[in-house]
Nanobody, 126 residues
């Protein structure tokens, strides 16, 4: 069973930047699409960004487009989320996820992903 471990969260002022990392235990990491989601207490987990196995295709939520960048280093089994121009509304627990199934899917849906990390807290102060 694959394990995903996020890191890099913390407290930052509005306008600042953070880079989240997600380390995967799976040796065939490069085969699978991955995503970042976030969740505020009491609300549903929401899609942030998604990247294909090769890294050649990415998608973003409208709320983060132009500010966040998803990337991956398949040689190191690492997924990243570079977050710039952070806003207080970006405050949430951020989760990485991996999809092992083949075929088409809705990358914004949590049900499309098979394994999740434990999450890392990002807090943006105004």
């Amino acid at each position: 069973q694959v394990q995903l471990v996020e890191s890099g969260g913390g407290l930052v002022q509005a306008g600042g930047s953070l880079r989240l990392s997600c380390a995967a235990s799976e040796r065939t990491f490069s085969t699978y699409a991955m995503g970042w989601f976030r969740q505020v207490s009491g609300k549903e987990r929401e899609f942030v960004a998604r990247i294909s196995g090769s890294g050649g295709s990415t998608n973003y939520a409208d709320s983060v487009k132009g500010r966040f960048t998803i990337s991956r280093d398949n040689a190191k089994n690492l997924l990243y989320l570079q977050m710039n121009s952070l806003k207080p509304e970006d405050t949430a627990v951020y989760y990485c996820a991996v999809r092992y199934r083949s075929g088409s899917y809705f990358y914004t849906e949590t049900s499309s992903y098979d394994y999740w990390g434990q999450g890392t807290q990002v807090t943006v102060s105004s």
